[in-house]
């Protein structure tokens, strides 16, 4: 599933794929891979997201039932 949240709070700092890969230590593809829904990442980087994004893991990561 496509978390187009993700893509919507990385837009509203205003920053790339690359800003925010570099931002928490990991490739460009893999932040494309997180945001077309074809990588889960762990629970460490989802949190590094959510720290360089300032939201929460409800915000960019749960998945309603």
């Not at 496509?2 to 893509?7: A, E, G, P, S, T």
């Not at 920053?15 to 990991?26: F, I, R």
């Amino acid at each position: 599933m496509k978390n187009l949240r993700l893509k919507a709070a990385r837009a509203a700092k205003d920053l790339s794929q690359q800003q925010l890969a570099e931002k928490v230590g990991v490739s460009r593809q893999t932040i494309n891979a997180i945001e077309k829904g074809d990588y889960n990442p762990t629970i460490r980087l989802c949190l590094a997201i959510c720290h360089a994004l300032e939201r929460t893991l409800d915000e960019l990561f749960w998945e309603e039932a």
